[in-house]
């Protein structure tokens, strides 16, 4: 079946402008994640969903950064007044459920956003 | 200190060797442990799962954890240049962070004929 899909797969901006990152979790998954990967570090956690309700964004850097999932499928990124240090791959990854145990998170190619 | 550190390497082995990647952490409410294999440019791809202390055999892969001294590794067999990645070591948050999967910062492996 599909896997989890991210559009863009880049996305240049410039310093200030509003961004939407667009991800497509696996179909039935209820848990959706967001994280941020820069060059030469592992993924950084942004934000968590269980269905529609973030779970928890304490990974969100600052109020610039929004999340939103409104019918417990597709979720959007978005990044307001966008900063160089934003410049990184941002990841969304997908699992059937969540909890303390065994799910499986899939991640998605990632959408490669720069900030000039 | 952060939460999930791996040797940082790069880590370099002969085609046909064992190559053993290694990873601890901090947190000692983590419950779940997974290994990622990240080519460049691409997604992080799962490749072994760890629950429980000891180990477990995949293939060529065979996972280790020992929760007493907080750490994991990595042992991938018979080597191949296929296998040259970069693996990212993550641990499930404890608490109430179900969801988070916290993420060393990846060891780069290159496996040369």
């Known amino acids: 079946g599909a896997g989890v899909s991210q559009t863009p797969s880049n996305k240049v901006t410039e310093k200030g402008k509003y961004v939407e990152l667009r991800c497509d979790p696996i179909s039935g998954h209820t848990a959706l994640y967001w994280y941020r990967q820069s060059l030469g570090q592992g993924p950084e956690f942004l934000i968590y969903f269980q269905g529609t309700g973030a779970a928890d964004d304490s990974g969100l850097p600052n109020d610039r950064f929004f999340a939103v999932r409104p019918e417990g499928s597709v979720s959007t990124l978005k990044i307001q007044r966008t900063e160089r240090g934003d410049s990184a791959v941002y990841l969304c990854?997908?699992?059937?459920?969540?909890?303390?145990?065994?799910?499986?998170?899939?991640f998605g190619p990632g959408t490669r956003l720069t900030v000039l | 200190q952060k939460e999930v550190e791996q040797n940082s390497g790069p880590l370099s082995v002969p085609e046909g060797a064992i190559a053993s990647l290694n990873c601890t952490y901090s947190d000692r409410g983590s419950q779940s442990f997974f290994w990622y294999r990240q080519y460049s440019g691409k997604s992080p791809e799962l490749i072994m799962s760890?629950?429980?202390?000891g180990d477990k055999e995949d293939g060529r892969f065979t996972a280790q954890l020992n929760k007493a001294s907080q750490y994991v590794s990595l042992l991938i067999r018979d080597s191949q240049p296929s296998d040259s990645a970069t693996y990212l070591c993550a641990a499930y948050a404890g608490g109430t962070s179900y969801g988070k999967l916290t993420f060393g910062q990846g060891t780069i492996l290159t496996v040369h004929p």
């Open positions: 760890i629950y429980s202390n």
């Open positions: 990854a997908s699992s059937p459920n969540s909890g303390p145990s065994t799910d499986t998170q899939y």
